[in-house]
T-cell receptor
Framework: EPEVTQTPSHQVTQMGQEVILRCVPISNHLYFYWYRQILGQKVEFLVSFYNNEISEKSEIFDDQFSVERPDGSNFTLKIRSTKLEDSAMYFC?????????????FGSGTRLTVV | AQSVTQLDSQVPVFEEAPVELRCNYSSSVSVYLFWYVQYPNQGLQLLLKYLSGSTLVKGINGFEAEFNKSQTSFHLRKPSVHISDTAEYFCAAQGGSEKLVFGKGTKLTVNP
């Protein structure tokens, strides 16, 4: 069964450093998403991406965050200058189309620890 | 805007016992409701979803959920759990936009 692949599974970074989280969505999917879960809290929507543009973003997704699909297969989330409060599990997801009939396929997540 | 509440953060049960994981939602628009499961070190996997029609929805691994509009609930049930059902379960809602709004999750532990 096709999978969404996220790398690395765990990343430790120093406060203030830039970090890039990588995702390989399912090959025929067109819509891409990032969610995050701070330990003990809810899974929260960050951003959706379609046709090389952000289609929706949450208030969490400020200027420190950016997304990119650099080569037609990878989908990356960059945090420019990490803060302690960015420590969380980050999930990538993709869908073949827009609308609830298309289920999300989630990756297994990247645990980001900012020290 | 939607919100999703999962009242129980942890639910311990014995193997072969029935289980119910509770989920309540609030929304100013029509919502679609989902249950996801996360096994250790794995991604979020869709268990079942309610889009419209019959309020009783059957999913994978013997789970089912009932949409109750008057009580704004979407509780997940299984009549007899197995050790392998030990995981974290997330209720989620979608309505008015692409994004999913999740509850905080319920850790189900099935003991022998």
């Amino acid at each position: 069964e096709p999978e969404v692949t996220q790398t690395p599974s765990h990343q430790v970074t120093q406060m203030g450093q830039e970090v890039i989280l990588r995702c390989v969505p399912i090959s025929n999917h067109l819509y891409f998403y990032w969610y995050r879960q701070i330990l003990g809290q809810k899974v929260e929507f960050l951003v959706s991406f379609y046709n090389n543009e952000i289609s929706e973003k949450s208030e969490i997704f400020d200027d420190q965050f950016s997304v990119e699909r650099p080569d037609g297969s990878n989908f990356t989330l960059k945090i420019r200058s990490t803060k302690l409060e960015d420590s969380a599990m980050y999930f990538c997801a993709s869908t073949p189309g827009q609308g609830v009939a298309y289920g999300y396929t989630f990756g297994s997540g990247t645990r980001l620890t900012v020290v | 805007a939607q919100s999703v509440t999962q009242l129980d953060s942890q639910v311990p049960v014995f193997e072969e016992a029935p289980v119910e994981l509770r989920c309540n939602y609030s929304s100013s628009v029509s919502v679609y409701l989902f249950w996801y499961v996360q096994y250790p070190n794995q991604g979020l996997q869709l268990l079942l979803k309610y889009l419209s029609g019959s309020t009783l929805v059957k999913g994978i691994n013997g789970f089912e959920a009932e949409f109750n509009k008057s009580q704004t609930s979407f509780h997940l049930r299984k009549p007899s759990v197995h050790i392998s059902d030990t995981a974290e379960y997330f209720c989620a809602a979608q309505g008015g936009s692409e994004k999913l709004v999740f509850g905080k999750g319920t850790k189900l532990t099935v003991n022998p």
